[in-house]
């Protein structure tokens, strides 16, 4: 199985955010998608596993793009997501907002 990954990166706040979509070359389904900031990220998968292992990150749902994350809404997040005021309900760029510094 060969995975495709696309790269892009989008801007907020004037700060970066790299984000990658992973898909299969024979589905057209994305596997995940991603938006990455310096202290976390916004992920389209189960973050169940991430919880309590020091990983700070949202989960939001029905990506397929980076600039989905921006008006998706937070369904969960981890511990140390909270910590720095990430919250349920939130959008994704809020979310970023915050694992950026900002606000």
């Known amino acids: 199985m060969f995975f495709m990954i696309e790269m892009r990166t989008a801007k907020i706040n004037?700060?970066?955010?790299?984000?990658?979509?992973?898909g299969d070359q024979y589905f057209p389904e994305t596997l995940a998608t991603i938006a990455i900031t310096k202290k976390g990220l916004v992920v389209c998968r189960n973050l169940g596993s991430l919880n309590g292992r020091n990983v700070t990150?949202?989960?939001v749902k029905g990506l397929t793009k980076l600039e989905d994350a921006l008006e998706a809404r937070i369904e969960f997040c981890t511990s140390e997501a909270r910590a720095l005021g990430v919250a349920e309900g939130m959008t994704g760029k809020e979310a970023l907002m915050k694992l950026q510094g900002s606000r």
């Open 14 to 22: 004037r700060s970066p955010v790299a984000g990658a979509k992973i």
């Open 57 to 59: 990150a949202a989960k």
